[in-house]
T-cell receptor
Framework: GAGVSQSPSNKVTEKGKDVELRCDPI?????LYWYRQRLGQGLEFLIY????????KSGLPSDRFSAERTGESVSTLTIQRTQQEDSAVYLC??????????????FGPGTRLTVT | AQSVAQPEDQVNVAEGNPLTVKCTYS??????LFWYVQYPNRGLQFLLK??????LVKGSYGFEAEFNKSQTSFHLKKPSALVSDSALYFC???????????FGSGTQLTVLP
């Protein structure tokens, strides 16, 4: 079946511009996550959505970062006034979530963002 | 708070030899442990997980991992390495209350022919 998809796969933008990254989770997955992976480093958690609950935004690095999700479908991550330190691969993941159960997260291919 | 350590940035092993990629963790409650693999220019692929039950967990592509509670470790192993196993491996943990995964810094595995 279809996995997690992300678009665009690559994005080059000038410093100060806004960018919007998109994630399509696996159908039926109630949880959606955004992570950032800087070159040569592990993944940093950014934000988590679960159903209609308020999102967990505890990983967002600044107020320039925001994300939305409509129901249990598409999510967009927006970075305003991009800075060079925002250059990274942005990964989206989705998973099933149920009370008392823990399921693995399935990752998309990522969006490579380069801020010049 | 939860954290993961992968003490080796790079592991080299000859094809056909056993491989081990190390991971230790710290969580406040019961750990949920995961291994992911990342091939160049591709997203992370799930390999295996430990939630509860047997300490030895078997996963995809012949990989397995052993959960050791006393040593707070979850090392990834494979009895006979293949050149195609060469990739970046990430260990991740969450506790029962957290939803996001905390990842280690990754270990680059190179299997030499």
């Amino acid at each position: 079946g279809a996995g997690v998809s992300q678009s665009p796969s690559n994005k080059v933008t000038e410093k100060g511009k806004d960018v919007e990254l998109r994630c399509d989770p696996i159908s039926g997955h109630t949880a959606l996550y955004w992570y950032r992976q800087r070159l040569g480093q592990g993944l940093e958690f950014l934000i988590y959505f679960q159903g209609n609950s308020a999102p967990d935004k505890s990983g967002l690095p600044s107020d320039r970062f925001s994300a939305e999700r409509t129901g249990e479908s598409v999510s967009t991550l927006t970075i305003q006034r991009t800075q060079q330190e925002d250059s990274a691969v942005y990964l989206c993941a989705s998973s099933l979530e149920a009370s008392g159960r823990s399921y693995e997260q399935y990752f998309g291919p990522g969006t490579r963002l380069t801020v010049t | 708070a939860q954290s993961v350590a992968q003490p080796e940035d790079q592991v080299n092993v000859a094809e056909g030899n056993p491989l081990t990629v190390k991971c230790t963790y710290s969580v406040s409650g019961n750990p949920y442990l995961f291994w992911y693999v990342q091939y160049p220019n591709r997203g992370l692929q799930f390999l295996l997980k430990y939630i509860t039950g047997d300490n030895l967990v078997k996963g995809s592509y012949g990989f397995e991992a052993e959960f050791n509670k006393s040593q707070t470790s979850f090392h990834l192993k494979k009895p006979s390495a293949l050149v195609s196993d060469s990739a970046l491996y990430f260990c991740a943990v969450r506790d029962g209350s957290a939803r996001q995964l905390t990842f280690g810094s990754g270990t680059q595995l190179t299997v030499l022919p």
